[in-house]
């Protein structure tokens, strides 16, 4: 792999073409020896049934939310029933970046994927909400290991020009799991029950170690392959991770509690939010001090691939979970829909993330830039001007390379149509909007992640998508949980609107999908109107995360894919 990344100057190749602009000091491609043959197609279809397994995992509990909240009489916990993951996987993102720089990768790979799978099968066994909610957070640690090993394994075998489409493959096996998890799950529920969703992934894990196990040589970091475990141990921060945990443990529990369990202005809301200021303090001072020896080494969180991919993925992954949890409760609470019939209603969601991430890998591998550097050739082709003194005789526009500021136009509108949704509109509005929506995000998904594939050192590749790993699943979960608080705040205002003489805490302490049964059908509807407008308000969340990310795609910086 190239040792070295650097931005070719326009000013010092004038005369070059753009499209022939590349990433400089990189070795030519015959110099590196990639996997070949049987061990190529096993390894890689190793990484896409863990992806698969991964993705199912991420979207069946979507799935299953109202069955949980009837069988654990509650829906206060259901931000934590995704933030647990997202907030583990996040915190210890960072610890697994540098642990692949240090160890070998397969055996981490192969020991996050244990982890994963005692998460799932305490998550199945668990009979009350804070045995499910450890299971979720177990599950998240193994995620956490899985992400970059997928990535790191990936920059091994194939040469910068071809990871943006094995990138997409992988990916959209890891899509394939999210858009087939609806159908999957609310069979699963309607016929099992809702333990049924994660024990699938206990014979789908022992599948997935097999092929790991016989299918994937040993990937050693070259930089640290002789280097004593003592020596190793001592390049590793194990107190930056102690403090960034209990750090973003104190933020959630903040915006969780407060305006609904607690007053903004109570002390424990207060003190929560002090403790995560002062943790994340002295996390940043730890970074500062241990400088390469941190998880998190200032030198790569100054890059600004790193930083402006961080905020694009964090946005991009919180609208999307934000929209499925929230639409998920649309169809089976209030509509009250099965979970097999929900399931083929957010259908086109999935289908759409895996069509716009497809075309948006494909696209980068074809057209050769992932960002903007291609939007001004393109208009310029667009209008048939001279590009750096030469002439395209055809008129074919590339604006759709663009992919991650088409993520940033489309988005916002795709998630203010949701909005409009009304309680008495057929629910094949709701679908329809819902694929729009996962086009949008999809054509950008992967951007971020390509583009540190092809910035990157390869030393550095693995804390680079941690980063951005964190920064997704921080997104996802600190919004799960800003929706949450706004969902219930909402829900109780909403309800003593349309209907007064209804006790909000019965309905709370009931499941979505008890609403029917613990309500007079004199009453039903008024009921079902004020959760329909406490779930159309909290879909606003969305359109200002997807405004909000044009920051992340229209700074990231260009590079070149196509020769390297």
Known sequence: MANNVAPTSNAGDSSRPLDQLSIQDAPAVSEISYP???????????????????????????????????????????????SAYSIIFASFGFLFGKLYGLFPAKRLYMASL????????????????PVFIVGRAIAGLGAAGLSPGSVVILSHCFPRNK????????????????????????????????????????PLGVAAFAFVAFGLDSVDSEANHNLSLKAKLEKFDWFGTLLIVPGLISLLLALQWGGSTYGWKDARIIVLFVLFAVLLAAFGWCQYRLQDKAILPPRILRKRTVLTGAWFSSCVEAILSVTEYYISIYFQGIKGYTATRSGLFILPLLAGIAAGN????????????????????????????????????????????????ATTILAPVA???????????????????LGFLGIAAGLGLQGPVVALQTTMKQPDLSVGVAVTGFGA????????????????????????????????????SAGLSEIRNIVGSDRL?????????????????????????????ALLEWRSVKTQ
């Open 114 to 129: 244990c982890i994963f799978e005692l998460g799932s099968l305490v998550c199945t066994l668990a009979k009350s909400s």
């Open 163 to 202: 990871l943006p489409i094995w990138t997409t493959v992988v990916a959209s096996s890891q899509l394939f799991g999210i858009v087939g998890a609806p159908i999957i799950g609310g069979g699963l529920i309607d016929w099992l029950g809702w333990r049924a969703c994660f024990g699938i992934n206990i």
């Open 358 to 405: 497809l075309l948006g890998g494909l696209g980068t591998t074809w057209l050769g830039y992932y960002n903007r550097k291609s939007l001004r050739i393109g208009i310029n082709r667009a209008l048939c001007r001279p590009v750096n003194g030469g002439f395209f005789a055809t008129c074919i526009t590339d604006l759709e390379t663009a992919f991650m500021l």
């Open 525 to 553: 509807r008024d009921v079902l109107l004020g959760y329909d407008e406490a779930l159309v308000q909290t879909l606003y969340l969305p359109v200002g995360l997807a405004v909000a990310s044009i920051v992340g795609s």
């Open 415 to 433: 998630s203010g149509l949701l909005t409009t949704i009304e309680f008495d509109e057929s629910a094949s509005k709701a679908a329809a909007l």
């Open 36 to 82: 070949q043959g049987v061990k190529l197609q096993t390894t890689v279809a190793s990484l896409c049934i863990v992806s698969l397994l991964y993705g199912l995992d991420l979207a069946i509990v979507a799935a299953a939310l109202p069955s949980l909240t009837n069988y654990f009489q509650s829906i206060k916990d259901i931000g934590w029933y995704s």
């Open 473 to 508: 699943t921080l997104g996802s979960a600190v919004w799960i949980v800003v929706s949450t608080a706004v969902f219930h705040s909402r829900l109780t205002t909403e309800i003593a609107q349309h209907s007064p003489s209804v006790n909000i805490t019965l309905l709370e």
